[in-house]
Structure formats: structure tokens, C-alpha cells
């Protein structure tokens, strides 16, 4: 009996045990695929572990949203302006740290190639679709206050 119980105890033990990268990356994405296709937004797989839905705002008229998957990590994200937009002002930026004070949930700042960008980051491990919902329309709400906020100082294209 008593070996038994050991048994079972080193089986649960392996069972609770993380996956490697390898295994947490394919679950992670295929996670993710499944809520997205679950989903009421209309997303369109761009590659393996990307996908795009078209949104509008009130004051963003049109934009994309990116969801993306790398390892347990879901980055969604919304280019609000592109770098040759942006004024490299002391005022301008600090419009944008205010965003950062003032939004829930979201980051607000320059990508690496220079652009304004609204991302949420979220762990794979706990997102449910009621998770991504909140998540998808967060970073959408947000992506529309930060492009009324800063149109005005935006430069014209």
C-alpha cells in the first residue's frame, strides 16, 4: 500500500512539472489560435504564431491589432503612428509618459524601429477568452485615446 502511495505521488510530481520551451511555445500558440478562432473578433492568421484583426475608433479610424505569441508570452499591440510622424519633442514625450500613468494595462512607447505603439503583455499560462476579450478591447480603447491625445501634435504625412 504504502508503495503504492509513492507511486502516485512521483506520478503527480511529473504531471506538475513545467514543460520545456519547446512544448510551452507550441501549447502557448495553440492556445491562443483556439481563443482567437473562439473569439467574436474577425483575426486572420499572418504566420504561425501572428495574427491581425482590423478595428476602428472614434478618433483612430482605422487600425490593426497584432496578436503575438513567443514562448508563454501573448504581445497585442497597435501601431498608433509611425516614426516619421512623430515630433521628438520634450512635450510630445511628455504626453506619452502621461498615457503611461492615466491607461490601465497597457504600455505605451517607441518601438525599435521608432514607431508609437499601445501593447499589452500577458502570460499564455492563465489567458481564458474572457481574458483576451478585455485584453483585445484594452489595447484597442487605448490605441484610440493615445491617437486623439497626440493627433494634433502629430506631423502631416
Keep these: 500500500m504504502l508503495g503504492r502511495a509513492r507511486s502516485l505521488v512521483v506520478f503527480l510530481a511529473v504531471?506538475?512539472?513545467?514543460?520545456?520551451?519547446?512544448?510551452?511555445?507550441?501549447?502557448?500558440?495553440?492556445?491562443?489560435?483556439?481563443?482567437?478562432?473562439?473569439?467574436?473578433?474577425?483575426?486572420?492568421?499572418?504566420?504561425?504564431?501572428?495574427?491581425?484583426?482590423?478595428?476602428?475608433?472614434?478618433?483612430?479610424?482605422?487600425?490593426?491589432?497584432?496578436?503575438?505569441?513567443?514562448?508563454?508570452?501573448?504581445?497585442?499591440?497597435?501601431?498608433?503612428?509611425?516614426?516619421p510622424r512623430i515630433p521628438l519633442s520634450v512635450d510630445f514625450m511628455h504626453k506619452l509618459l502621461r498615457f503611461n500613468s492615466s491607461l490601465d494595462r497597457v504600455k505605451i512607447g517607441l518601438d525599435d524601429d521608432g514607431d508609437l505603439f499601445v501593447r499589452c503583455d500577458a502570460s499564455v499560462r492563465i489567458l481564458d477568452g474572457k481574458e483576451l476579450a478585455a485584453i483585445v478591447d484594452q489595447v484597442s480603447a487605448a490605441a484610440d485615446e493615445v491617437y486623439k491625445g497626440v493627433a494634433n501634435s502629430l506631423i502631416s504625412e
Design 15 to 83: 504531471l506538475a512539472m513545467p514543460a520545456g520551451p519547446a512544448l510551452a511555445q507550441i501549447g502557448g500558440v495553440a492556445k491562443v489560435g483556439q481563443l482567437l478562432k473562439a473569439s467574436s473578433y474577425d483575426f486572420s492568421q499572418k504566420t504561425d504564431s501572428v495574427w491581425s484583426a482590423d478595428f476602428k475608433g472614434k478618433s483612430l479610424t482605422s487600425f490593426r491589432l497584432v496578436v503575438a505569441v513567443q514562448d508563454d508570452v501573448m504581445v497585442t499591440f497597435v501601431t498608433v503612428a509611425e516614426k
